[in-house]
């Protein structure tokens, strides 16, 4: 079922932009043989999510010389995934394909994943063959990609890699989420049917640094732990019960103490460390539902996801 607001066999590229002018001169003249190669029609739509430096500048350039490059701005910063839900509210494709600015997706891969569209497949996922990123970076998704499995049952191998396919169906439902906090590959793929996920290369960043700082980075992992599972707050539960009955045992072995070898008073040091162990559960535990009670609580305001000030181009 397409919805009525779907262009059949058209293809749009959503491509978020936070200060990347570096990169902008490179991605266009690699992006738009790729697309005129697919013989069909389409779109690239760009998010200027509030950049401060001349990205909007020339992204509007550029939606002026070529029909169908067309640019969303937006009036601030809302993260690369608002900025990309922005977006799609401005497509009409068929099938929409995302891509990040700074040339570390290639576009060359974009028509390996429309053949999967019209093999049938709702949601192309996508797995960095040989990701070229930093160990830290490596390492912190590699952790990221188990846990998630693990607590949300979702079977992806790789949720980093923002190069991706949805079908318009899983576009249009996405739109209708309103999530204020989001991670768009676990969001598509809760609705997909028919999902797939195929190897793609991975290059270094052309220009510029990365975009995320580790407390952005921490953020948006919070995003997708909380968004998708309330195992964290259930395992939290879990580890209380544990301390609490560790407590306990350790009381009784205390007293068993006292009776056989008298009353221990060496033990203090001891005892502050058990405590500090206790608080620190107990902290990251309000923590943990600070973290549910927060995205709630902007849940229920109900204030705009992000603010589109004006959609540039065709
Ligand atoms: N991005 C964005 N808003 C942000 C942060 C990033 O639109 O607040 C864009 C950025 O311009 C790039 C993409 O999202 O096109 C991926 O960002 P980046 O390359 O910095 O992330 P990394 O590859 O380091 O994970
Ligand atoms: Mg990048």
Redesign the pocket.
Known sequence: MAAPSADPRKVSVV??????EANLPALLPRLLPVMEGLGRPWEVVF?D?GSRDRSLEILKAEAALHPGVKVVELVR?A??HM?IMAAFTATDGEYVITL???L?NPPEEIPRLVAEMDGGHDVVGTIRAKRK?TFF?KAASRLVNRTTAAITGMKLNDY?C?LRGYHRDVVDVMNASEEVSTFIPALAQQYARRPVEIEVAHEE?KAGE???SLY?LIRLNFDLMTGFSVVPLQLFTLLGFLTALWGVGFGVFLLARRLVVGAEVEGVFTLFALAFVVMGILMAGIGIVGEYVGRIYQQVRGRPRFLIRKVHGS
Do not use: F, H, L, T
């Open positions: 491509i978020p932009v936070y200060n990347e998010v999510d910063n993260g690369q900025a990040d600015a700074d570390q990123d970076r980093g923002m960043r990365s975009k995320y952005k």
